[in-house]
C-alpha cells in the first residue's frame, strides 16, 4: 500500500494551492480518505475527509469555505483545493486511508490505516 502525497509548496497569504494523493495497494472505492497536517511543535490535526460512499464530507471550522476535498475513483485519487491561505495553514500535510469508517471517525487520526509520506505548506505573510 502507498499513498504519495503531492503539491506542497511555498505561497504567499492569499494564494491557492492543489494537493494531490494518488494510492496504490488499495480498493481505493472502499476506502475512506482524510488530509491532516501538523505544522511544528503541534499535535496533528484533521483538515478533511470524505466517506468512502462520499455520504459525508467533513471538513475543519479553520478551513471551512476556503479548502474543498474531491476523490477521484477512478484515478485513485484524491484531491485538496486549498484557497485564501493563510500563515496558519503552514504545516505538513498528510493523506490517509481507512478502509469503510463510518461518518462520526472520520475526523480522528486513529481511524485510518494508511498515511502518505506528507508534503510541506509554508504560506508566507
Known amino acids: 500500500v502507498q499513498l504519495q502525497a503531492s503539491g506542497g509548496g511555498l505561497v504567499q497569504t492569499g494564494d491557492s494551492l492543489r494537493l494531490s494523493c494518488v494510492a496504490s495497494?488499495?480498493?481505493?472505492?472502499?476506502?475512506?480518505m482524510a488530509w491532516f497536517r501538523q505544522a511544528p511543535g503541534k499535535e496533528r490535526e484533521f483538515v478533511a475527509a470524505i466517506k468512502w460512499d462520499a455520504g459525508s464530507r467533513p471538513y475543519a471550522d479553520s478551513v471551512k469555505g476556503r479548502f474543498a476535498m474531491h476523490k477521484d475513483n477512478a484515478k485513485n485519487t484524491v484531491h485538496l483545493q486549498m484557497n485564501s491561505l493563510k500563515p496558519e495553514d503552514s504545516a505538513v500535510y498528510y493523506c490517509?486511508?481507512?478502509?469503510?469508517?463510518?461518518?462520526?471517525?472520520?475526523?480522528?487520526?486513529?481511524?485510518?490505516?494508511?498515511w502518505g509520506q506528507g508534503t510541506l505548506v509554508t504560506v508566507s505573510s
Open positions: 490517509a486511508a481507512g478502509r469503510g469508517l463510518i461518518s462520526s471517525s472520520l475526523t480522528r487520526d486513529q481511524a485510518y490505516h494508511y
Open positions: 495497494g488499495i480498493s481505493f472505492r472502499s476506502y475512506s
